[in-house]
């Protein structure tokens, strides 16, 4: 008789720096300002956006390890930090049809390892705009 | 056929800063030292005090956002932080009949929400007394 | 008529600093080193690690509490910094048989709590490695 | 005969977000790139910046304090938050003939209150761009 | 020939939580209103407080350590933490005659320090309030 | 006539793991435990630490800088990440003749950039063991 592997959750965090700007091309000026106030600045401000990704698995009996933090690493950085780090969204084509909002950000990014990362589960995505905001997703 | 809107969590922080006396009528002075220690002494000490409300809704496919920032400040502002921020919690009408632990003031805040902040599902409110100190609350 | 006592949970955060080397016996060295990458070099590292013991249970309607700190902190400092603070993982009986990764050590202390801890509900375990890296455990 | 009053400092923090984009017009675009690597991609970025103004003066006897925080809050509101929240520094006045680099920056808001700011002694400006990289600045 | 020992500075960190109310006895009201805004709210607040005590000295040859952390640890905890930690600044003798600022704090405890430590030389004690204000005193 | 180029500050922050005992080899076992404390421990412990280089310098009136992030980079992960990462500080040549104390950890990584790094004057160096703990060194 085996016994199931133990179930545990990590953690792990990346950061990049980015700019934005709030604007709705359905809205006209007055809208946007109201809808998302100085956010919609006209030339964009910034951010240093903190990324949480959680992923679980079985605690592997030999290695002790719920995934290879190399291998988790690696995909982040090709996937989230390369596009994502010292760019402006706007400019992106993630976000053409769609606002660059931190919510629609998290979207995207859980969507990417939803996609692509297969070593383990993916449990949800966390991303902090600011000390004050943070969004999170999962499916 | 429309896609339903994915749902994302917002969690917002405040602060404050109040002071409060853990003591209770229905104990003589020895049980409260007992069950309080040192947050029994008799002129009260004090604590900034974080509180993240988290929140969740669709995702609007016109703005990108879960809620309007704005009108989640707003209420905060109005029905949380006027009322408790350099406050002594003793004092205060909710505390008159249960003792003002930060168990109590989190669900306090949690009830202030739920009552009144209509412009996003309500997931859970989170208050920090201290560093190493943190208590949630949800229904 | 009575009404159920909300329940409420509290967070409660401890720190240690220990020392360990990610090493399985079972490997050669080359796997070893694949594996573990220079958390494997041959004379260890360390960390300042963060647990964060999340317990729940109905808020006492005279006491306002969840359960007693003071129980609360006698049992992790007994049960948990004296064992771990100050150490290397490696020699302790609890890594005799498995590699001190931080998902194998946030288990042991879910299971050190979940076997001696009864004055609430325990809900997870969350140790923090760096800043960078945490891990959550629940049964 | 009296004794002269105490010297303290007072160090307030003041937060904002902004874009920038790091390009000499003095250099050609591969020179550009080798001085400011990701930094001089060409649609900018961002940060959270978090600004720390140390002031001293010697403490009130009355009133026991070094200057009064609602005439600093008001003049860092006003002088400093106004001009650079939510904005793209590169579009401001102040970055015309200079590259918005947090040196740079550093110097500006130093200037401002300098020239404006006579409530307390000004000591020295700090401005944090990332987690990892801070500036100070003092005549 | 001997070389002199190198002098390095230690920043130990410590924490308590205390309450006060900022009032002057010399003001009315309404200028008490207007110095001290809401820290005058005549119940009081309080804030968790941060004390750094920076101290320096030539590094032992033998022992590498500017001072015995036992030593300093047993001081701050009797001269300041077991006066100060859970209380009302107002009701100690420290603050009958002076405003319990955290100005007049930060030099109170500079002063305790000063008078009764002396394995190492005092450079500077350092008082967060929040995580906004803080305040530094030095002779 | 020309202007002198302000002076800036930039400070750069660092993060290794690493174990240590603290053991002097001129005491004996009593005295070890009574000097080094649960530092003595015969196994070692570790720490994350934090490694913060304040460097200055004229800021250049052309790139607006003190000096070239890449070049400072560059020597840290050379010069201190590469020899003290994930290493076990007490089997380094740097502590074969010095207790590996935090202190002495200051001042070799002091004695590395005041060497080897000349893009910019080299102010100080700090490094916080934990959250509790940090040692400067200048000369």
Redesign the interface.
Known sequence: MTVAA????????Y?F????R?H?D??DDARNRE?????N?P??????YTVEVMVSGP?D??????C???VLDAFATEKILTKF????L??LPEFVN????T??L??EIYRVFKEGFHAARLDRVRVEE????????A?
């Open positions: 133990p179930i545990a959750h990590l953690g792990r965090r950061h720096a980015a700019s934005h709030l709705c359905a809205y809808v998302y106030g100085k956010c600045h030339h964009g401000h910034g951010h240093n605690v009996a030999v290695t002790g390890m719920v290879d933090l190399t780090d010292h760019m402006n706007n400019t769609q606002v660059p909002t919510e629609n998290c979207i600011t000390g004050k905001n943070s969004f999170e997703y499916e």
